[in-house]
């Protein structure tokens, strides 16, 4: 029963890394995507195409994110604002998002 029950752990865990590899490769397309619409203007387009196409799909749903259009209006929105992804996770960009939405209800 022991055995059994490490093995499960295990490949929990392997199935753990397994999805935040997918999700850096998601974060990855984001950030091309970005970079397609600084020096293109082409980046929403970039990020729909790549979601909607086979490959795309399956990453997304290996990252464990639904493949579907409402996912892929989200990314197309992301890129749009141009806040590439390390600094759109962020801490400060976090503070200063929530400062302004604090601001701006006021």
Known sequence: MRDFVDGTAYNSEQ????????????LAA????????KKYGNGPEQIARW??????????SCAGIDPNERVVTGLMDFVGK?????????????????AAEQAEAA
């Open 82 to 98: 141009g806040v590439r992804t390390s600094v759109a996770l962020s801490r400060e960009e976090s503070e200063r998002r929530h």
């Open 15 to 26: 199935g753990n890394r397994a999805k935040k590899l997918f999700a850096a490769v998601v």
């Open 51 to 60: 979601a909607r196409s086979r490959d795309g799909r399956e990453v997304l």
């Open 30 to 37: 984001l950030d091309d995507a970005i970079a397609d619409d």
